[in-house]
């Protein structure tokens, strides 16, 4: 989902600037929910400090290609919502691409507003679906395949859209530039089809952990139902 150099330029990036300065008042958001239903600072920090060292490795050691318009990457973004919680996730989007920006990947710098508003409208998105599809006395680690399915397209699927907004945005309709937004989508789908299954192996493994499911590393609502 990193946007190449170049798609957006000039006075046009201007508009990233304003929606991350928007991207970051919904991490806030979140990141409030979290300080006051979900441990408080202490627990946002700590798992703040997992979910950033976890995209950081998102980013640099997991399988990334580029497509089109981007890169492909495996960002699980649903994984860490339902392990940590919408806060320490959106906190750890932002900061794990600021990290490999300013340490592997400075050429992205520019592109950082760009690319911080593509993985966290998505996440807020998600985080508003969830409650929504998963019941109330449902805990995370009981999730279906269906509703795991669902997170990670909308998820997924918002990381295709905002790509190809920018794309649209920055260069124009072009045959040229439509069929390399075209192609990036289509090996999106990879991404969507397998980080269900990551989603709930991960699952899967955190139901090992109940004995320390008061553990403020962990969000609540991975093994209670919702208050």
Known sequence: MHI????????????????????????????????????GITALAMRSV????????????????????SEVHFILGSTLYLIFGAGPAAIGLAAGLLVQGLFFAPFDLPQYGINVTTLLVPLWA????????????????????WQALALSTAYQGGIVAWVAFWAFYGSGFGVE????????????????????????????????LAPFAKNPMLYRRLHHAAS
Do not use: Q, W
């Open 177 to 208: 530039n439509m069929t390399a937004v075209g192609s990036f989508g289509a090996a999106y789908m990879t991404v969507i089809i397998l980080e269900p299954l990551a989603d709930l192996a991960v699952l899967a493994g955190a139901k090992t």
């Open 4 to 39: 190449e150099a170049g798609v957006v330029d000039g006075a046009k990036i201007v508009l990233s600037y304003g929606t991350a300065v928007a991207s970051f008042g919904l991490a806030a958001k979140m990141a409030l929910d979290t300080v006051r239903n979900d441990g």
């Open 126 to 145: 998600l985080s508003h679906l969830a409650k929504r599809i998963i019941p109330a006395r449902t805990p995370y680690v009981d999730v279906k395949y």
């Open 50 to 69: 997992a979910t950033t060292a976890l995209v950081f490795c998102f980013f640099e050691i997991m399988p990334h290609y580029p497509v089109g318009v």
